[in-house]
């Protein structure tokens, strides 16, 4: 099976854990250099610390835990973040003056945990108990859950919190093939990504319908997907990345908030869990995949 980012771009079979490449920002020749932890969160520092010893000029942090990373590992060197909500992670101070060394982009992926909530209900409206894939060590997926846990009685769903540290993570698997669930939202923390093949097969085999934050899971085969445009927000940090170089100081960059979703559909999917899905709900998807 193809790899692909989470904008959509194929990957190769095996991801390189160091790249360089050449670029052009500010009307210069500039060098990029790409690190990837593999789905393994533990080696995000090691990774940083190795940037930091080539005196780059700005670190590019996909996520909020790799952002406070960034953050743990220098006070000096600007960061570009991307994060659900980096206030409440201490990224920065506030989005309109964000202080310090880091500036960047919102995603406030803190208010979709609601919205996963919602339209999972609204495909499945059977469904009453949902497992819910968290880091408990993210903050922003701790913000998620705890929205949902206090929107779940109106929706007269209950919900069972399963974590996705690397200790925790079997077990939760296992307990995703137990009965008794019917339904799966998956939060959009940066160590669920290369976990997304497995879920999708899971999910398909216990006949679970399940939400992802990663816009690609359903062309890949997963009922639904309901996320930024995160193309567009790689783009939005380029630009900053841009700013900066010509001398601009991440204090004074406002952190920018995403205001574009998408409401991706599998109608392949859904007929094969036996799902009738709503066209109130088909009206209002960027994408249907039949």
């Not at 909500?85 to 960047?104: E, F, K, Y």
């Not at 609204?122 to 060590?137: F, G, I, S, T």
């Amino acid at each position: 099976m193809e790899r692909r980012s989470r904008d959509g771009r194929v990957l190769p079979d095996r991801i390189p854990s160091r790249t360089s490449r050449t670029w052009i920002c500010s009307g210069a020749q500039s060098a990029l250099e790409e690190r990837y932890a593999d789905g393994k969160p533990e080696r995000v520092p090691a990774l940083i610390a190795e940037l930091l010893t080539l005196n780059v000029d700005v670190l590019v942090t996909p996520g909020t835990p790799t952002s406070q990373a960034a953050q743990r590992a220098t006070s000096t060197v600007p960061i570009v973040c991307m994060s659900g909500d980096p206030v409440r992670a201490g990224l920065v101070a506030s989005l309109a003056r964000p202080g310090g060394n880091i500036t960047g982009l919102s995603q406030l992926s803190g208010d979709y945990g609601v919205k996963w909530l919602e339209l999972l209900k609204e495909a499945a409206p059977k469904m009453r108990r949902v497992a819910v894939l968290w880091n408990p060590d993210n903050p922003t997926t701790a913000n998620q859950v705890e929205l949902m846990q206090n929107a779940a009685p109106r929706l007269s769903l209950e919900l069972t919190a399963l974590s996705v540290r690397l200790a925790e993570i079997e077990n939760s698997f296992a307990a995703l093939g137990e009965s008794g669930l019917d339904g799966v939202v998956v939060t959009d923390d940066p160590s669920l990504i290369p976990l997304v093949p497995r879920l999708i097969a899971l999910t398909a085999e216990r006949r679970l319908p399940t939400i992802y934050p990663f816009r690609d899971s359903a062309q890949r085969g997963g009922l639904m997907s309901y996320s930024a445009n995160l193309f567009k927000l790689w783009q939005r940090a380029a630009g900053y990345v841009d700013r900066i170089l010509k001398g601009a100081r991440p204090a004074e960059l406002p952190v920018q908030q995403t205001t574009e979703v998408t409401l991706n559909i599998n109608l392949k999917t859904a007929k094969a869990l036996g799902l009738d899905i709503p066209m109130t709900l088909l009206v209002r998807a960027d994408e249907v995949i039949e």
